[in-house]
């Protein structure tokens, strides 16, 4: 794959990350799932170019990070569920209180895999930074971690966006490097 190509399908998937974070419920997750799928080529065929396996391996670390989590705490709170509604119905909870108490479980769970996931992820654009020179890798990757460790006061959504707005405009600036000794004389 060559760098053009490459560049533009990791800041596609970005952009397409962002979309589907706001339309996950009316689309199952499918413009999500499109933006990580195309995210993960371009970050493939930068790590080839730049001989960095660790940008395409973090960024897979983060996903499959993403994924388990997921899969994870939706099988544990089925499983709650289930158990609870056949051997203890009376603890199934019948208030607000209750309701609410088992929402701030949930939500602090998908908080500490938002940190997991995004560590690597995190690590993907400090490598890109490294291997690149851009600073809004450099500012992606500060922003995308501050922003998942934030993620539980809800402001950290905000923070985690403009991280990846960072990340999707380091993407689309980068420019091939120059073969040695091909650089242009300068005019005199």
Do not use: C
Not at 50 to 70: E, K
Not at 73 to 99: E, R
Not at 135 to 146: C, E, L, P, R, S
Request: charged share 10%; no cysteine.
């Amino acid at each position: 794959m060559d760098f053009e190509t490459a560049k533009i399908l990791l800041g596609v998937g970005l952009i397409l990350q962002i979309i589907g974070s706001f339309t996950w419920l009316g689309d199952a997750g499918a413009v999500m799932l499109v933006g990580a799928v195309l995210a993960l080529v371009g970050a493939h065929g930068l790590a080839d170019y730049y001989n960095r396996r660790d940008i395409f391996n973090n960024l897979l670390y983060a996903y499959i990070t993403a994924i388990v989590g997921v899969v994870i705490a939706a099988v544990a709170l089925v499983g709650w569920f289930i158990h609870t509604a056949i051997y203890a119905p009376w603890a199934l909870p019948k208030d607000l209180y209750g309701i609410v108490f088992i929402a701030v479980g949930i939500w602090v769970l998908v908080w500490l895999i938002k940190v997991a996931a995004t560590y690597f992820e995190r690590r993907t654009y400090r490598a890109l930074y490294e291997a690149t020179g851009s600073d809004n890798f450099q500012k992606a990757a500060t922003f995308v971690w501050i922003g998942a460790l934030t993620y539980v006061v809800l402001v950290g959504i905000l923070i985690y966006i403009i991280g990846l707005i960072f990340a999707i405009i380091g993407a689309f600036e980068l420019k091939p490097r120059q073969a040695e000794g091909s650089a242009k004389p300068p005019h005199t």
